[in-house]
């Protein structure tokens, strides 16, 4: 007698989906760190601003987490779901981080 529910996931679903989380959270947190020691020791910032920074990021991604998954549940593409969000939104990423780090390149010379 088989008494799994009919929408239950399995485990070869679960392990892929915590190993992917495991990764993610590792990366964050190496870039988290290293844009920790970037602000106070390269661009100058307080460290209890940073802090207080980190903090505000905190609050605003609990928030903005709900908004981003109502959105990709109302977005309907030729690509799925949340393809298009992800390429528009790391690009925008990217440039974004382009520009962080590469202005200390050009004002340090």
């Given amino acids: 007698m088989d008494n799994k529910m009919p929408n239950q996931v399995g485990w070869g679903e679960r392990v ?3 190993m992917s ?3 993610c959270n590792t990366i964050f947190q190496i870039v988290g760190t290293y844009f920790l020691v970037f602000c106070t020791d390269t661009l100058g910032v307080a460290a209890a601003a940073v802090t ?3 903090a505000i990021t905190a609050i605003i991604d ?3 987490g709900v908004i981003w998954g109502q959105f990709i549940d109302r977005t309907h593409t030729k690509w799925g ?3 298009i969000l992800v390429v528009v939104c790391h690009s925008i990423c990217h440039l974004l981080c382009d520009g962080l780090y590469g202005a200390t ?3 340090n010379g």
Avoid: H, M
């Fill in 62 to 64: 609990s928030i903005d």
């Fill in 105 to 107: 390149t050009i004002r």
């Fill in 81 to 83: 779901k949340s393809r």
């Fill in 52 to 54: 207080g920074l980190f």
């Fill in 21 to 23: 989380d495991f990764g």
């Fill in 16 to 18: 892929a989906y915590a």
